[in-house]
């Protein structure tokens, strides 16, 4: 048996929090000694102790905790509730990264004075291409990440790989709603087909014609969707300055496709239709 100190040391648990776990009959020693009031525990005792820390880190309080121990929760069980809370820890931790490099391109934009670098804005007319796609509505990034891969995995394996064109998504919102856009999302196709190319996620793409556009307002974005801050503020300013309009909706093509993980070495081409204003 071990005193309190060392059962700390082992289990690598606070003493002060066994204390208050014994106090509150969740976690008792093995053996107490009354004359000296020591409290003495069992290596033997690391499996419950490991139950009821794991049930703590799901976010229970420990009233929770406590009625769960004494329903003698299997070890499945609580595996099974730690992997949800993993996944969901991981999604969290995902957003705020992002959320951090939102605000860093917001920081770089201050620090220029207000100053738009549109160099890179270039005018140009696109053609008629073969859009195999579908139409759906993204609540945030991951979840249209997730679609895009999901689409790199599957099209492949069911189209020519001299058929497959750039991976492009049409965006359809009237406004910049970060976690619900209007997206359409697919490849342009070098030849026409008639094909539906059903996803593990149920949904479906199938093929129409993306329309021409005579004039569009066109720059490149280096990296993830956080980087289009500066893009987009530079295509609204050549806008602006040379007295041109927005008419419809823009377009992504990845010139680069993100890989997951890699996100970052993404290389976009940011598209949209515009039109001179007259006088």
Same mark, same amino acid.
């Given at each position: 048996?071990?005193?309190?100190?060392?059962?700390?040391?082992?289990? $690598?648990?606070?003493?002060?929090?066994?204390?208050?776990?014994?106090?509150?009959?969740? !976690?008792?020693?093995?053996?107490?000694?009354?004359?000296?009031?020591?409290?003495?525990?069992?290596?033997? $005792?690391?499996?419950?102790?490991?139950?009821?820390?794991?049930?703590?880190?799901?976010?229970?309080? *420990?009233?929770?905790?406590?009625?769960?121990? @004494?329903?003698?929760?299997?070890?499945?069980?609580?595996?099974?509730?730690?992997?949800?809370?993993?996944? $969901?820890?991981? #999604?969290?931790?995902?957003?705020?990264?992002?959320? *951090?490099? %939102? %605000?860093?391109?917001?920081?770089?934009?201050?620090?220029?004075?207000?100053?738009?670098?549109?160099?890179?804005?270039?005018?140009?007319?696109?053609?008629?291409?073969? !859009?195999?796609? *579908?139409?759906?509505?993204? +609540?945030?990034?991951? @979840?249209?990440?997730?679609?895009?891969?999901?689409?790199? $995995?599957?099209?492949?394996?069911?189209?020519?790989?001299?058929?497959? &064109?750039?991976?492009?998504?049409?965006? +359809?919102? @009237?406004?910049?709603?970060?976690?619900?856009?209007?997206?359409?999302?697919?490849?342009?196709?070098? #030849?026409?087909?008639?094909?539906?190319?059903?996803?593990?996620?149920?949904?479906?793409?199938?093929?129409?014609?993306?329309?021409?556009?005579?004039?569009?307002?066109?720059?490149?974005?280096?990296?993830?969707?956080?980087?289009?801050?500066?893009?987009?503020?530079?295509?609204?300013?050549?806008?602006?300055?040379?007295?041109?309009?927005?008419?419809?909706?823009?377009?992504?093509?990845?010139?680069?496709?993100?890989?997951?993980?890699?996100?970052? @070495?993404? %290389?976009?081409?940011? #598209?949209?239709?515009?039109?001179?204003?007259? &006088?």
């Amino acid at each position: 048996m071990f005193r309190i100190g060392e059962f700390s040391k082992i289990a $690598q648990v606070p003493a002060s929090q066994l204390r208050y776990y014994d106090e509150i009959s969740l !976690f008792t020693p093995i053996h107490s000694d009354r004359d000296t009031g020591y409290r003495y525990y069992s290596a033997q $005792q690391l499996a419950q102790l490991n139950r009821i820390l794991a049930l703590k880190d799901l976010g229970l309080s *420990l009233e929770q905790v406590k009625r769960l121990v @004494e329903d003698e929760v299997s070890a499945g069980e609580i595996r099974g509730m730690l992997t949800l809370r993993k996944a $969901q820890i991981e #999604q969290t931790l995902q957003a705020e990264a992002l959320r *951090l490099q %939102v %605000v860093e391109s917001r920081l770089q934009q201050l620090e220029r004075k207000g100053q738009i670098q549109d160099d890179n804005v270039v005018l140009k007319s696109l053609p008629a291409q073969a !859009f195999l796609a *579908l139409r759906h509505r993204c +609540h945030g990034p991951s @979840e249209t990440l997730a679609i895009v891969h999901d689409m790199g $995995q599957i099209v492949p394996k069911q189209v020519q790989s001299k058929a497959i &064109g750039r991976f492009t998504v049409v965006i +359809h919102s @009237e406004r910049y709603e970060p976690d619900d856009l209007d997206l359409e999302l697919g490849f342009v196709l070098t #030849q026409a087909l008639d094909i539906q190319v059903p996803l593990s996620s149920g949904l479906e793409m199938t093929v129409r014609e993306l329309a021409p556009i005579q004039t569009a307002l066109t720059t490149m974005r280096f990296g993830g969707p956080e980087q289009g801050i500066p893009c987009y503020s530079a295509l609204g300013t050549w806008a602006e300055t040379h007295h041109y309009q927005l008419i419809g909706p823009g377009r992504e093509v990845f010139l680069v496709p993100p890989k997951p993980g890699h996100e970052s @070495e993404m %290389v976009t081409e940011i #598209q949209y239709p515009v039109t001179a204003i007259a &006088g």
